[in-house]
């Protein structure tokens, strides 16, 4: 993209204007040569022998979901699942802030990016994004979907973010719990961030923000990768942060849609972003070669050590965090989908990094198995995804993506039923954890044996395979699957203590069914597809 012409960044003046936002200087949309100019030169980041731009963001290396909050007014108040997820701050509290953000603001030096956040043009959302580093600004281009010229003229948007990265709340007084905040305000259509200077709080808010608003449409927002194979066979996959959405959507066999958020309408699917938010902790060539032909000129490295002297990337240090990243557009992966919009799903894949090693590495499941653990959303947290947590821990994130769902599960899960219902949409459940063994003691389960299953649940193989029942965890699990050994199929068999797998597989059975509680009044057929102790 080019830069803009003055005419229309000094309409972008004038509409911030109307909201009191008076800026001294605004760089808007500029090309991507000129925002890593610009980052260099502020010294926000440097050069890697890769080509990338390298940066460090601070103190905080993942994201403050305690620190997260949403409006609580006339739109929200009876609408968004209110608790420790979805946290109140009241209308008076944020206009105390934001108050206060214009006043920090003015006269200063900001980058705009004006975009889009959804590739279907009938559904997506205009924003605009305004931040105070050049390499934020950079992010976001990379990230969410870039507008042509043509349509940057007129452009109006429907949501506006503002980070400011050294400005502070005040704990207590405007109604936050640190000085850190991200707040969405559906009724200003606005978010507010302030005093951490990690991307992702950019990316997930403007996530948030659609979770909200597609329901409404009649559209299933979703926490899932996507990609297409050369049949025109749509494959989502769902999963937290560090559970293989991305690493297994970037097959080489088939085309990328995107890498971690979609809509599903009645066309089809569709991604809502223009790029990758790729892990970069322990990559290799050999494993993921597209990802690692990714890292070059256009893509930024966050928290990735580089090496003194040879400016290389060393992707196995994770001194600074395991939460390592680099963001680069969708284009950089040979044969992704552009405009990113597919079909239907054939199959869904739901993944989970079970620390346990108890659970099945794939089992198939039924329509309201498929929504039990759509709504329980079991992983482990991995290391450096979240401040604080620096090895496995066992969660429930209901929608694999709790943090970023503002509505009941119960309504995600419904549109999930009903969309695997009207397309005969198969569903498997893949452990992409520990096998043989919990954390410490087990191994992680080979790429290799994953990406085979994959294929196998892709290409129809499972179809023909018998399954046996596990009594534990109420799953019907493969008996054979090409590519991978037998033994390792049923976790029960990797184990050199069977009556220790039976223990804590019954443990993680009962977390399972003591975390379903919190959702109140389920159908029984659904409650009943999940652990029955």
Known sequence: MNDNPRSITRKCMVQLEKMDIRLGKIHRNLSVPSLIEIAIHRK?????????????????????????????????HNSVDWGKINVPIS????????????????GREFFVFDGYVGADIEIRLPIRVITDKAWHSFFATQIFIRPTMAELENFSPAFTLLSVNDFRAIPGVEGTRTETFIIISFGEKMVLIGSTSYAGEIKKAMFSVMNYL??????????????VGVDGNTALFFGLSGTGKTTLSTDPERHLVGDDEHGWSDKGIFNFEGGCYAKCI???????????????????MENVIIKEGTREPDFGDGSLTENTRVVYPIEFIPGARTPSVAGHPKVIVFLTADAFGVMPPIAKLTQEGAMYHFMSGYTSKLAGTERGITEPKETFSQCFGAPFMPLHAKEYANMLGKKIAEHNTKVYLINTGWSGGPYG????????????????ALNGDLEKVPFKHNDIFNLEIPTLCPGVPSTILDPSN??????????SAKRLAALFVNNFEKFGEISKEIRNAGPLL
């Open 494 to 503: 990797t184990w050199a203590d069977n009556d220790k797998y039976i223990m």
């Open 44 to 76: 926000e980041g440097v050069f890697s022998l890769t080509g990338a731009l390298s940066v460090k963001t601070g103190k905080f290396t993942g994201r403050s979901p305690d620190d997260r909050y949403i409006v609580d007014d006339n739109i929200t």
């Open 91 to 106: 209308q008076q509290k944020f206009e105390k802030i934001f108050r206060r953000m214009k006043k920090y603001v003015e």
């Open 282 to 300: 322990n990559l290799k060539k050999e494993n993921e070669p597209e990802i690692w032909k990714a890292i070059r000129f256009g893509a930024v």
């Open 214 to 227: 597609l329901p409404k449409k009649g559209v299933f927002p979703m926490h899932c990768s996507a990609n």
């Open 441 to 456: 003691i087990g191994k992680r389960m080979n790429l290799k044996y994953t990406r085979a299953m994959v294929t196998a």
